[in-house]
C-alpha cells in the first residue's frame, strides 16, 4: 500500500513577492478598466455599423445576431461602469 507524504499546500494563497514577481511594481497584475471600456464601446459601434453597411443578402439572421451582440456588449459594459462607479464610492 502506497503511503502519500503531506506536500505543500498548492491551494494557499502566499502573498506576492515584488523580487519574484518584479511586474507587480508597474501593475501588470491588474486590470485596465478604460482600455476594456474603450475597446467594448468600439466593438459595439462596429457591430451595430456592419448591420447597415454590409451587403443585403436573403436571410436577416446576421443582422439580428450582429444587433442582438451589440446589446448584450452594450448592457454588460454600462454594468461594469455602474459596478466600478459603486466600488469607487465606498
Not at 45 to 54: A, E, G, K, R, S
Not at 60 to 72: F, K
Request: no cysteine; charged share 15%; hydrophobic share 50%.
Amino acid at each position: 500500500m502506497a503511503t502519500s507524504s503531506p506536500g505543500p499546500a498548492w491551494h494557499a494563497v502566499r502573498p506576492m513577492d515584488v523580487y519574484q514577481e518584479p511586474s507587480t511594481r508597474w501593475g501588470w497584475h491588474g486590470v485596465f478598466p478604460r482600455g476594456t471600456q474603450v475597446a467594448g464601446w468600439g466593438t459595439v459601434v462596429v457591430l451595430l455599423l456592419m448591420i447597415f453597411t454590409l451587403q443585403r443578402g436573403t436571410s436577416d439572421w446576421p443582422d439580428l445576431w450582429m444587433g442582438a451582440l451589440a446589446l448584450v456588449m452594450a448592457i454588460l459594459l454600462i454594468r461594469d461602469l455602474v459596478r466600478r462607479h459603486r466600488l469607487n464610492k465606498l
